[in-house]
């Protein structure tokens, strides 16, 4: 009898929650929005853009663009309210985007808008932007809402390209871990838009790029790749691509001396997918490997480098060094990491053939 009694208290309960806590919302009597982007404008000013898309009877979907400026985010939303026909609901939003120059001076204080609301899911994306973002949200994707292509370019090229993947959750976790820096996918305007470059951040400000030839690079130290691809032209006659790369990475840190020394063992895995040369004897995919080898070991140099000079580190190596120092101090840590020795040491491994031109 008990049960009985208590099951009906959660069903009540339950109903009470539902009928009364959430606020039904209907489609039709709302303006889902599906991207933001926020530009720098002159004395502090925040220039906002939001897209709302909308499906006509013909499958088509047309993108409806708003904008207004103010020095805080939430009047920006209260000034586009009066110019929409229905309320905004940013339940369903895709993508958020910020200038470079917005970026520079934090961005701590958007993004906990977005996370503190609770109908904003943890995989939204986030990018930096070169130049304006109300550029990029008020073009012409062909039959696509500006803000959905964005996002899925962007989800295209951490999954099948060689962007690292990050988000606002993955963003928001490096920024309060102890010993490690976020970033985020950075895009690249021009004649097209191209989610094609990594802006690095000092806390929540952007503080530097990692440029489009050695994103693939960046993606191996932070250990991400799985199914990414590099391509290797040394002479005009000689090409070769590797494809379905997945890398195991493992860190280590010699501490005799007074300042660690650290190892980012890289092991990696591809098949040959394009090949311009000599036939692939066995001889000559060992070749192929140790030159692979070669071009990742001085990208990946080339990387640690400006981390250290920017003082950024996305790649971790503070938080593993916490992992192993029990008096870890973040001060003294961010001291010493621009002068660490930092070496990467990579394996090569093409597992399969694939065409030879």
């Not at 906990?112 to 930096?128: C, I, N």
């Not at 696509?144 to 990050?166: C, F, H, K, T």
Request: hydrophobic content about 40%.
């Amino acid at each position: 009898m008990r049960r009985i009694f208590m099951l009906l208290a959660a069903l009540i309960f339950l109903f009470g929650i539902s009928g009364c806590g959430l606020r039904k919302q209907i489609i039709d009597d709302i303006s889902l929005i599906s991207a933001t982007g926020f530009d720098a404008g002159e004395e502090g000013v925040i220039m906002g853009t939001i897209t709302v898309p909308r499906f006509t009877k013909d499958q088509q979907t047309q993108t409806h663009v708003f904008k207004a400026e103010s020095h805080t985010i939430q009047r920006n939303f209260v000034k586009i309210e009066t110019q929409v026909q229905r309320p905004l609901a940013i339940g369903k939003i895709d993508v958020i985007l910020f200038n470079e120059e917005l970026a520079s001076k934090g961005i701590k204080d958007i993004k906990d808008l977005f996370v503190r609301d609770p109908s904003v899911g943890s995989r939204v994306k986030m990018a930096v932007v070169e130049g304006s973002s109300n550029d990029v949200l008020t073009r012409e994707y062909w039959d696509q809402d500006a803000g959905i292509y964005v996002s899925s370019m962007i989800e295209q090229g951490v999954d099948r390209g060689n962007l690292p993947d990050a988000n606002i959750h993955i963003f928001t976790y490096a920024l309060y871990s102890r010993g490690q820096d976020p970033y985020l996918p950075l895009l690249s305007v021009g004649e097209m838009v191209k989610a094609n470059k990594v802006a690095l951040f000092k806390e929540d400000r952007y503080v530097g790029k990692i440029p489009e030839h050695l994103v693939f690079a960046f993606k191996l130290l932070l250990g991400e790749v799985n199914g990414g691809e590099f391509s290797l032209r040394e002479e005009e006659d000689y090409y070769a691509a590797i494809a379905n790369v997945t890398v195991k990475r493992k860190i280590k840190m010699d501490r005799t001396q007074q300042q660690p020394k650290i190892t980012i063992e890289l092991n990696v895995e591809s098949s040959l997918r394009e090949f311009k040369g000599e036939d692939t004897k066995p001889k000559v995919v060992a070749d192929l490997e140790k030159k692979f080898e070669r071009t990742l070991t001085k990208q990946c140099e080339e990387i640690i480098k400006q981390l250290q000079e920017l003082n950024v580190d996305p790649i971790g190596l503070g938080s593993f060094y916490r992992s192993k120092e029990r008096n870890f101090n973040e001060k003294e840590w961010d001291a010493m990491y621009p002068d660490l020795e930092i070496k990467p040491k990579i394996n090569v491994k093409i597992m399969e053939v694939g065409i030879r031109k």
